[in-house]
């Protein structure tokens, strides 16, 4: 027996040994793999010696005596921080991912095959401006001398996550920088989901005019009816329900409805300045990753210095300001995209019905690589009006007539997207009509250009706007029969009718995403926008100052207070706030009780440290549960947000919307009142079994966390504890401080969608300009860098924004020369 102890001791002593020796292997390569900062390093494929500053935050000055020296500068310094992440933009942009990651990224992969977005990108190259060409070419070759630096000198493959998925470092091309700008096109329209989930509630309710309550228009100028969308297809019957094709799990190419693009931005005049000077604040609303998907940077060009944010691989700085101007953007929910139900011959299923008859689909073959599985050849097919679109996606097979398949007509499926060569101008106009006038070249994804110089500022709609007939059957809302000539698009309106708010009289211009024109189809822009609650909530600020400073632009950036609680509270508690008695302790009456005794004296601020807002989104996530769960059955899974239009069309019951509120399947008819009564106990009891039973112990910040997940190595046990970033946040769905919630799973309140880049700009004083990101500059799980800005973030603090080059040398952490040989 003791020497079977001796023996298993050795043998345990021996694995321990073997186990440090491997971590500390694994913590050496991937250490090896943090970039250095302070070097002089020889560059072949520089015209001149670049000089790097990294501030104290590692936000790269990056002084170059020509543009392409600058570009190069910018595609090294991104191949150093976020060189995984740039290779996997790529690789799904080009639906290469099954390649390294096997057959769980199969459906991603041949989505982005059959949308043909990198072919696309290839022959956009040749469209670019000639300075834009120059950008491209330099940027890729700034990158590809990092990946050589990395290849001569061992410098652990360039982040840790290349030991873990076998992949290799292929050269950058320009056509990469523009395969991701397409994706970023992808991720911020959502027009594809709306038309599919109307399609899919049309055919579940009974009375079709139910459809605006749950789906509302924002308010506004009346639309014309819609059809029911059976009505569009009368020769082929369709289900009242089809289930939903589970979401992708790991690595989804498209984010869930709700969960696209959204932004703030506002701009104030001279006039309307206590300084005298323009001002300008942003903050881009994305899904949130660790890293983000924004880096700083700051280049200078012969037009002058320019400094924001950057996408890594991406040669430009999207938002920020110059010496010039300042821009920032805002998703403008343009109604760029439409499905089409495309007519098979029934004969010839390799046709496809046209306004002059049958015609054949343009096909290609396409091999998917899988890794460790037989690679799968798929066939791509094209119609007139786009490709076709497999109906495992975007729940197509759900609304689709038998004999038909769905194919997407979408303006960022151009071969000749000139979108990176306004990118490259914006950064060097020199006022606000030179602005916006390269902003002509945009073409996806449409976005609001909130820009200012010295004296002016302004909005413009950039984004090519598709031109549709006014005949047509559903006006862009839900799929359209293919064949009809009145439902196919007929190219695209004129630069001149994009909306444009040029000095406006009042001295501010601003943008939430919500409606921004109120003009008849088809020059209406879109029928779906992404606000009509902050909007409230920032007009309110905007007026309540005759002038204003940096420092009120901040304060309405960070604004927690949530217009849609305030609306709402008082219209769904009025029948439940006041007892005649108080109910006994430890009832479920007692505990409603206490919760609206919260409730009554809030004043609708979301803030992370009380109680109030955790119970109020319990409680009307319950309420719109109660009210449709009954009406669309399991297609209520798909509503996963609140949409405080539809509450309050109920509660007001606006053109008999109180239908909602009786529960058909029960004898009884139930009012709003009980419904609401019900959802506040529904809510109290998830509350109990979730965060226990003080209520005023809550806070609403451990709900509402915001998880930066990386995205590939965020669900692993305990390598998610290093790489992912969790904080308590303030805010909500519907506060200007903005952090879109979940909707679904455990975690259903946790912020995942939010402004990952903040910036406000001064041109009183533009060295006082302040940016912030919210993760880190490196993308390095071991890099010092990786989350130092999140804190910040979360506290709502901002870091100097200064073209000043000895201020970025004073406490510079590094400086990296590139010399030429």
């Known amino acids: 027996m003791a020497t079977l102890f001796r023996w298993l001791l050795r043998l345990t002593t021996a694995l321990l040994i073997l186990a440090l020796v491997g971590i500390l292997l694994a913590r050496h390569l991937a250490v090896r793999s943090l970039p250095e900062y302070d070097k002089t390093r020889p560059t072949a494929g520089i015209t001149a010696d670049i000089e790097i500053v990294r501030d104290n935050n590692a936000v790269p000055h990056i002084m170059a005596l020509s543009d392409r020296d600058a570009f190069f500068g910018l595609g090294y310094v991104h191949a150093q921080d976020r060189l995984w992440q740039m290779m996997l933009l790529r690789r799904t942009a080009q639906g290469r991912l099954s390649e390294i990651f096997g057959a769980k990224t199969v459906r991603t992969d041949t989505l ?347 909005m413009k709609l950039v984004g090519q706007m598709p031109r549709r007939d006014p005949n047509h059957q559903s006006k862009g809302r839900l799929p359209s029969p293919g064949w009809i000539a009145e439902n196919r698009w007929q190219g695209n309106l004129p630069y001149s009718q994009n909306p444009e708010f040029l000095a406006p009289r009042g001295g501010i211009v601003g943008n939430t995403n919500n409606k921004i024109v109120d003009r008849p189809f088809p020059e209406h822009v879109s029928f779906e926008w992404g606000d009509s609650q902050r909007i409230q909530r920032w007009k309110t600020l905007m007026q309540g100052r005759k002038v204003h400073t940096r420092d009120s632009f901040i304060e309405a950036q960070l604004d927690t207070v949530s217009p849609a609680a305030r609306t709402l509270l008082p219209l769904i508690g009025r029948d439940l706030w006041y007892t005649t008695e108080a109910a006994p302790e430890g009832t479920p009456e007692r505990r409603r009780q206490q919760a609206l005794a919260l409730l009554a004296e809030w004043n609708g601020e979301m803030n992370e440290h009380m109680p109030e807002p955790l119970i109020y989104a319990a409680w009307l996530r319950a309420l719109q549960e109660r009210l449709i769960r009954d009406n669309l059955g399991p297609l209520a899974d798909e509503y996963t947000h609140v949409e405080p239009l539809f509450i309050e069309r109920v509660f007001r019951n606006i053109d008999g919307a109180a239908w909602w509120c009786d529960v058909i399947r029960s004898a009884k008819i139930e009012s709003c009142s009980d419904i609401a009564r019900l959802a506040l106990d529904d809510a109290l009891v998830w509350i109990d079994e979730t965060y226990g039973t003080q209520l005023e112990a809550l806070r609403w910040g451990d709900a509402h966390v915001a998880i930066h997940r990386h995205p590939v190595l965020g669900d692993i046990p305990i390598v998610r504890t290093f790489v992912n970033i969790r904080q308590n946040t303030s805010g909500g769905d519907f506060t200007l401080l903005r952090g879109r919630t979940a909707g679904t799973g455990s975690e259903p309140f946790a912020n995942v969608h939010a402004a990952g880049y903040r910036g406000v700009y001064d041109f009183a004083d533009p060295d006082s300009s302040v940016f912030i990101m919210s993760t880190g500059q490196s993308g390095h799980p071991l890099s010092r860098h990786y989350d130092d800005l999140g804190q910040l973030w979360r506290r709502g603090e901002y870091i100097p924004m200064s073209l000043d080059i000895d201020l970025a040398r004073a406490a510079a952490s590094g400086i990296t020369r590139l010399v030429k040989p």
């Open 112 to 458: 982005l095959r059959r949308l043909d977005l990198y072919p696309l990108s290839v022959a956009s190259v040749a469209h670019q401006d000639p300075r834009t060409l120059d950008a491209l070419e330099a940027y890729a070759a700034g990158v590809n001398a990092r990946i050589s630096e990395i290849n001569a000198e061992a410098l652990g493959r360039g982040a840790p996550e290349f030991f873990l998925f076998d992949s290799s470092l292929a050269p950058w091309q320009p056509a990469d920088s523009i395969a991701i700008v397409k994706l970023m096109a992808l991720q911020l329209t959502g027009h594809i989901g709306d038309e599919v989930l109307r399609a899919r509630t049309s055919l579940m309710l009974d009375d079709d005019t139910r459809l605006s309550d749950i789906l509302p228009d924002i308010p506004g100028e009346a639309i014309a009816a819609l059809p029911e969308y059976a009505a569009l297809f009368p020769d082929s019957p369709l289900p009242r329900y089809a289930e939903s094709t589970p979401p992708d799990p790991f690595l989804p190419a498209v984010p869930p409805r709700g969960l696209s693009g959204a932004s703030n931005a506002w701009a104030a005049a001279p006039e309307r300045s206590a300084a005298r000077g323009t001002l300008l604040a942003n903050d881009p609303h994305l899904g949130l990753t660790a890293p983000s998907i924004w880096y700083l940077a700051r280049m200078q060009l012969q037009s002058g210095g320019v400094i924001g944010g950057t996408i890594p691989g991406i040669p430009a700085i999207m938002v920020g300001r110059s010496e010039h101007i300042a821009f920032g953007l805002t998703s403008s929910y343009l109604d760029d995209q439409d499905l089409h139900i495309e007519k098979l011959n029934p004969d010839n299923p390799e046709e496809v019905l046209t306004p002059e008859g049958y015609k054949p689909f343009r096909t290609r073959k396409s091999i998917v690589d899988i890794k460790d599985e037989a690679p799968i050849t798929i066939t791509l097919r094209f119609t007139e009006n786009g490709p076709v679109l497999p109906g495992s996606q975007f729940d197509l097979e759900t609304i689709t007539p038998p004999g038909h398949v769905v194919s997407l007509n979408w303006t960022a499926l151009s071969a000749e997207d000139t979108s990176i060569s306004a990118a490259v101008g914006l950064m060097m106009a020199q006022d606000v009509s030179e602005a916006i006038e390269v902003s002509r070249a945009y073409v996806a994804p449409s976005q609001n250009l909130t820009v200012i110089d010295d004296t002016t500022v302004a």
